[in-house]
């Protein structure tokens, strides 16, 4: 299992990258409107290291009712059904999604889970 990226929810994409860009990270694709999650999606990178803007798209947005700023961390694994069982056998948090398509991650499949602590994590399956 590896670190992803790193989830932040933003009012702006747009405003968000200037300031972004400055702290040294490069724009990573292009923005992605998931019409699934209901969230405008950038990716930007800074070495190995990724971030992922989120911006809700109105009030059916996943994220609409979170404060902005650190959202979660998705974390590649090789075989998610895998990885979720042996996450749930662990009982080290909650599942609380189906299985999603990402559009922005290649339309992969992600869930997402609460850790005991209440952090969010995400997961998504390497990609084959």
Known sequence: ?????????????????????????SVYGEIVSDEIQYNKILFLQMGNEKIELIEPMDSRSSVHNLPKGYAHICYEVEDLDAYLDDF????IGVVFTEKLTAPAID???VVFAYL???SIVEFVETER
């Open 116 to 118: 005991k602590n209440k």
């Open 107 to 109: 339309n992969r499949s």
């Open 88 to 91: 749930k056998e662990k009982r």
């Open 1 to 25: 299992m590896k670190i992803h990226h790193i989830g932040i929810i933003v009012n702006s994409i747009e405003k968000e990258v200037e300031l972004y860009t400055k702290l040294g990270y």
